[in-house]
Structures are given as structure tokens and as C-alpha cells.
């Protein structure tokens, strides 16, 4: 039935809608449209501000659409490859890899390729990279430890008064790292290592 009058822009309101929200979805964090200027309009009171203001100019990180950056969000594991390879340089490879969740034809499948390639991580025993799953703070940990080549330090772990927590294949990484000062705790003296790491702390990390 043809349609006709108020209810013809109805439609082409909410399919317009529609279109806004699926494209949201689909851009991922990292890789999302760069605001205008690249610069976000959420970071300007932002503790890593400065440094995220730094990251968006030289190209590393983008913003949303809608002109934010959302410092305070969680980062999927692609993303946080994704970061490293923009930073670090790491050679990229499309090609398919030996997990049952990363095919080639993921969008970070060159970056989480060059991160496996450079031995910064293996994935998970059930042989899953899970490249959209929010990565932890222990696990960046883990991968900057590896990137800066640091040795392992469980001494570093003295420092917070939740280290208890940390994952035993974690607790090295998680010393050598906080040790090196290139992750830091929270003023109640934790480190949160099985917190989600937020796009403002990634940044800073890098």
C-alpha cells in the first residue's frame, strides 16, 4: 500500500534513524570517524585530556561521530591492538590466524596479526582471541610489558593493596610495568587488575 503524507517522513525518519545507530555500531572505537579538527569535545576537562588531544592529532586514536571520544569507556581487545600497531609501528598481516574467532576479514585482523607475530600475545587456552571482548588492566599490562621488553617483576606488585588479585600469569607483568611507571594505581592504593581498562588509560599507556 502506498504511503503517503505524515506517514512517508515517519518512515524516513526512523530508517534515517536506523542508519545513524547501525553505523555507530559498526565503526569501532579506535577506529571510528574522526571528529572535526580531530579533536573531541569531551576532553577538554578530562584528566588525559592532553594526552588524549595529543594521540587524536597524530592520528593514533579517533573520536565518534558524533564528535566525543568517551575517555571513561571500556576498550575492546582489536581496539587496544589496533592502538599498539598505530604507536609502535608493528608490520601488519590480513592473512588468517590459527583462532577459531579471528578471521582474516576481521577489521583488526592486520593489527592483532602483527601483535601475535611480535609475541605480544597468544590468546586464550581455548584458542580464542576474542578481539571484541573488553580487555583487562592485567592483560595491557601484560602486552606493554612485552612491547617495552621489561622483565617480569612481581616486586612491583608491593605497592597496591589488591594485589592479591592479579592473575598469577599476571602478576610479573603487572610489578614490571608499575615498576617502570608506565601503569599506575588509584589513590586507594589498588590496581584493579580484573577492571577494564577505559580509552583515556589506554592512551596514556601508550
Known sequence: MPIHGKNRYTVLLMLMLSLTM???????????????????GDTSHHWAGEAIETALAAGLVSGYPDGTFRPDASITRGEFFSMIHQAYGLPADSEDMAFADMPGSHWSAPAVSGAVNARLVSG?????????????????????????????????????????????????????????????????????????ITRAEAVMVM
Open 124 to 196: 586464550y587456552p581455548d584458542g580464542s582471541m576474542r578481539p571484541d571482548q573488553f580487555i583487562t588492566r592485567q592483560e595491557a599490562a601484560a602486552v606493554m610489558a612485552k612491547v617495552h621488553q621489561l622483565q617480569p617483576d612481581p616486586a612491583g606488585l608491593d605497592r597496591f593493596a589488591d594485589a592479591v588479585d592479579c592473575a598469577s600469569w599476571s602478576r610479573g607483568y603487572v610489578g614490571a610495568v608499575a615498576q617502570a611507571g608506565l601503569m599506575k594505581g588509584y589513590p586507594d592504593k589498588t590496581f584493579l587488575p580484573k577492571g577494564l
Open 22 to 40: 547501525i553505523c555507530q555500531g559498526f565503526f569501532p572505537a579506535a577506529f571510528a570517524l574522526p571528529s572535526q579538527g580531530h579533536s573531541a
